[in-house]
């Protein structure tokens, strides 16, 4: 199986704020990956697929890069409404793994 | 307005089963490639199970084979998980969650989830 990793597991950041998740991979996934933000109670919401293409809806601060085994989710200017956990996926190959998330909380 | 609904989450005692269910509305059921994901009480989230949209190819995680069983029925916009021999370990809330289509493997619509307890 893959195994997805995320760092920082939390981070403390402020409104205004460029905030950059890292996602690796145990082994190359090519581009196969998406992200997803899920707040309190609530089910997820894909943000970004295939590594870099924005999702029908998601704000324009939200961008992904990355392939092979090492990804990042950068949000450009933190919203208040974007404090919540995100998780990785890889769609590459069964089970599709997601990594452990990373609780993003207001500083 | 594009929804899944899911029904039928409880409270079970090890080694029982229970039946979860999806219902779907506002997209071409038909259409779509479906999954389960699940998510223990504080925990991260788990991939469980996918079926292809006629229901010919399904893909189980490894901590749920011989013991889950996905399926659908078209005509009733329905998506299904049959969980048996259930442990405390599988106890979370269940997704259910729409493939993206031409995206390979994302989930891009999930229900509000089902809540299922194992516990004597």
């Known amino acids: 199986d893959i195994q997805m990793t995320q760092s920082p597991s939390s981070l403390s950041a402020s409104v205004g704020d460029r905030v950059t998740i890292t996602c690796r991979a145990s082994?190359?996934?090519?581009?196969?990956l998406n992200w997803y933000q899920q707040k309190p109670g609530k089910a997820p919401n894909l943000l970004i697929y295939?590594?870099?293409s924005l999702q029908s809806g998601v704000p324009s601060r939200f961008s992904g890069s990355g392939s092979g085994t090492d990804f990042t989710l950068t949000i450009s200017s933190l919203q208040p409404e974007d404090f919540a956990t995100y998780y990785c996926?890889?769609?590459?190959?069964?089970?599709?793994?997601f990594g452990p998330g990373t609780e993003v909380e207001i500083k | 307005e594009v929804q899944l609904v899911e029904s039928g989450g409880g409270l079970v005692q090890p080694g029982g089963s229970l039946r979860v269910s999806c219902a779907a509305s506002?997209?071409?059921?038909?259409?779509?490639?479906m999954n389960w994901v699940r998510q223990a009480p504080g925990k991260g989230l788990e991939w469980v199970s996918y079926?292809?949209?006629?229901?010919?190819?399904?893909y189980y995680a490894d901590s749920v084979k011989g013991r889950f069983t996905i399926s659908r029925d078209n005509a009733k916009n329905s998506l299904y998980l049959q969980m048996n021999s259930l442990r405390a370990e599988d106890t979370a809330v269940y997704y259910c969650?729409?493939?993206?289509?031409?995206?390979?493997?994302?989930?891009?619509?999930w229900g509000q989830g089902t809540m299922v307890t194992v516990s004597s």
């Open positions: 996926q890889q769609s590459y190959s069964t089970p599709f793994t």
């Open positions: 079926i292809s949209s006629s229901g010919s190819t399904m």
């Open positions: 082994q190359s996934i090519s581009s196969y």
């Open positions: 295939a590594a870099s």
């Open positions: 506002g997209f071409t059921f038909s259409s779509y490639e």
């Open positions: 969650a729409r493939g993206a289509r031409g995206i390979r493997f994302a989930f891009d619509i």
